[in-house]
């Protein structure tokens, strides 16, 4: 059964914080990953893909533990305007993706 | 602008009747996608089409149909037979079919609700 968790939250943070997401997947043939994010009654726009050795996009970086299989997001130096749910979404290798329930962060002045 | 559209925003259904959202991507893509999202929840997959004249349903198809006579465009007819068709519905499309870094990009949505 394909199946992706995610901590709902919300994470609740102050302007500036670090902040970390993780997400466990149960499909070990998963082969590639995603997060995306999802602003209140919007569409889920791609934040980054999720590559074996890690990646960083400015103050997001991802990482991936094939072993553990699970997938974290981590933000630094959080804005107001990173507040959102964030989707971690699965690729299994058959022409779909699976999503998680997304984990909603909250940034606060 | 290349991008994927949605329309309408908002769409109001009768208890019986049948209702088509359109889908239109001009991203020359091969695949688009149909997803479903209610409150709390995660997006769950309706259908899918990798070519045109050819579609797979997902995991909640019944009370659904789709079309792909056109490459750019895949409309989604809520029928009713779907009981609980209240949801966000979201259209989506990716270069590659199948591939492994299938990267979808997505429309701005339709929510339905029933009268």
């Known amino acids: 059964r394909k199946e992706v968790e995610q901590d709902p939250g919300p994470f609740n943070v102050p302007e500036g914080a670090t902040v970390a997401f993780n997400c466990t997947y149960s499909?070990?043939?998963?082969?590639?990953f995603f997060w995306y994010r999802q602003d209140c009654r919007k569409e889920p726009k791609l934040l980054m893909s999720?590559?074996?050795s890690g990646n960083e996009d400015g103050r997001f970086t991802a990482q991936l533990n094939r072993a553990s299989q699970y997938i974290s997001l981590l933000i630094r130096d959080s804005k107001l305007s990173d507040s959102a749910t964030y989707l971690c979404v699965v690729n299994s290798g058959y022409s779909t993706l699976t999503f998680g329930k997304g984990t909603m962060l909250l940034v606060s002045p | 602008d290349g991008g994927i559209t949605q329309s309408p925003k908002y769409l109001f259904r009768k208890e019986g009747q049948n209702v088509t959202l359109s889908c239109e991507q001009n991203?020359?893509?091969?695949?688009m996608y149909w997803y479903r999202q209610d409150p709390g929840q995660g997006l769950r997959l309706i259908y899918y089409?990798?070519?045109?004249?050819?579609?797979q349903k997902g995991d909640i198809a019944e009370g659904y149909s789709v079309s792909r006579e056109k490459k750019e465009s895949f409309p989604l007819t809520v029928t009713s037979a779907q009981k609980n068709p209240t949801a966000f519905y979201l259209c989506?499309?990716?270069?590659?079919?199948?591939?492994?870094?299938?990267?979808?990009?997505f429309g701005p949505g339709t929510r339905l609700l029933v009268l």
């Open positions: 999720v590559y074996s």
């Open positions: 089409s990798q070519i045109v004249n050819d579609f």
């Open positions: 989506a499309s990716s270069v590659i079919a199948g591939g492994l870094e299938e990267t979808q990009y």
């Open positions: 499909n070990s043939a998963s082969q590639s």
């Open positions: 991203l020359n893509h091969d695949a």
